[in-house]
C-alpha cells in the first residue's frame, strides 16, 4: 500500500510541474518591437537576463533612418510642455518600473499613455522570448 501512494504522490509531482506557467527566463538579451510606426517612430524594447532576472533594459523608439527618439532634442521641447512628459523621462520610467517589478505591470505616466500600452505589450513579448531562450527579435502587433 505504502508504495502505491508514493506512487501516487509521485505522479502528482510530475504533473503538476509539468503544467506549470512558471517557467525561468534564461540567461540573454531580448529584443520585441512594434510592427508598425506610430507618428514616424517605431518602439522597441529590449532586456538583459541574468539568473532567471530582468537587469537592464531598454525602451525606446526609432524612425526609419535609426534616429533614436529620446535624441531628438526639438521632439522633446515640443512634447513636454503639451504633454508634461518626454521621451528620455518615460522610456528610464518605465524600464525602471518593469526591473523592479519583474513584469509587465507597469503604470502608465500621464501624456505617454500609449507608449505605456506598447511598453507592456513589448515586455510580455521579451518575457514570453526569455523563458524560451528565443533571441531572436520578436515582432508585436
Known amino acids: 500500500m505504502k508504495k502505491i501512494i508514493c506512487f501516487a504522490i509521485f505522479i502528482s509531482v510530475i504533473l503538476i510541474s509539468g503544467c506549470s506557467s512558471d517557467k525561468k527566463m534564461k540567461d540573454g538579451f531580448y529584443t520585441a518591437e512594434m510592427s508598425e510606426y506610430s507618428y514616424g517612430w517605431r518602439e522597441y524594447l529590449c532586456i538583459m537576463v541574468k539568473n532567471d532576472a530582468i537587469v537592464y533594459a531598454e525602451f525606446n523608439a526609432k524612425d526609419p ?3 533614436i527618439k529620446a535624441w531628438d532634442n526639438l521632439y522633446m521641447k515640443r512634447m513636454l510642455p503639451a504633454d508634461g512628459t518626454y521621451p528620455n523621462e518615460y522610456t528610464r520610467n518605465y524600464t525602471a518600473q518593469l526591473i523592479k517589478m519583474q513584469s509587465n505591470n507597469i ?5 505617454a499613455t500609449n507608449s505605456g500600452e506598447n511598453f507592456k505589450k513589448l515586455s510580455l513579448a521579451v518575457i514570453e522570448q526569455a523563458k524560451k531562450g528565443d533571441t531572436n527579435v520578436i515582432v508585436v502587433e
Not at 503604470?107 to 501624456?111: E, S
Open 107 to 111: 503604470d502608465a505616466l500621464t501624456g
Open 65 to 67: 533612418s535609426g534616429y
